[in-house]
């Protein structure tokens, strides 16, 4: 279980300086994808289920749906539909597409070998992870709430055409 920690680690790692290094969007969006898959398969391999589905969900799901909602509704016409075009070319995909595969078959060892052992502490379980955010933590919760709405009203109002 050690060496799936540290391929998906690297994997991650990896993903992540393409991230970086990346000057177009959609392509530093997959890598981005790969990255978080990354991240989560490392949190399932110490023994975090719950903390690898919720990476994958929230996102790798919601957050790059989103984004992707962006990149449509910015609609640049005819001038970006050539440059998307460019976006679909394999020679974009190779990058993501192999480090995505080894992620996978990292999952599928570690799902069919159903040898998932928290390494060095126990597994923490959903209801405890829920539990602690709304006594322990729950002025950190309310706080990335109320920063969240934030975000969202000023996002709106920076959207939002003048009349």
Do not use: C, D
Not at 77 to 92: A, C, D, T, V, Y
Not at 100 to 113: K, N, P, Q
Not at 137 to 156: D, I, K, R, S, T
């Amino acid at each position: 279980m050690t060496a799936v920690f540290y391929i998906a680690g690297t994997v991650a790692i990896i993903a992540s300086l393409m991230v970086i290094t990346r000057t177009n969007a959609v392509h530093a969006l997959l890598y981005m994808i790969v990255s978080l898959f990354g991240a989560a398969i490392v949190f399932y391999s110490i023994g975090a289920p719950f903390v690898a589905a919720l990476e994958v969900i929230v996102y790798a799901g919601a957050i790059m749906v989103l984004f992707i909602f962006v990149i449509m509704m910015l609609n640049l016409g005819k001038k970006s539909e050539e440059q998307e075009r460019q976006w679909l070319e394999p020679k974009m995909w190779i990058g993501p597409v192999i480090l995505a595969v080894i992620l996978g078959a990292e999952f599928v060892y570690m799902v069919s070998t159903g040898h998932v052992t928290p390494m060095g502490s126990t597994a923490v379980e959903p209801k405890e992870v829920g539990i602690s955010m709304f006594t322990t933590y729950m002025f950190g919760v309310e706080l990335a709430g109320m920063l969240l709405l934030a975000g969202l009203v000023g996002a709106y109002h920076l959207g939002k055409k003048a009349r």
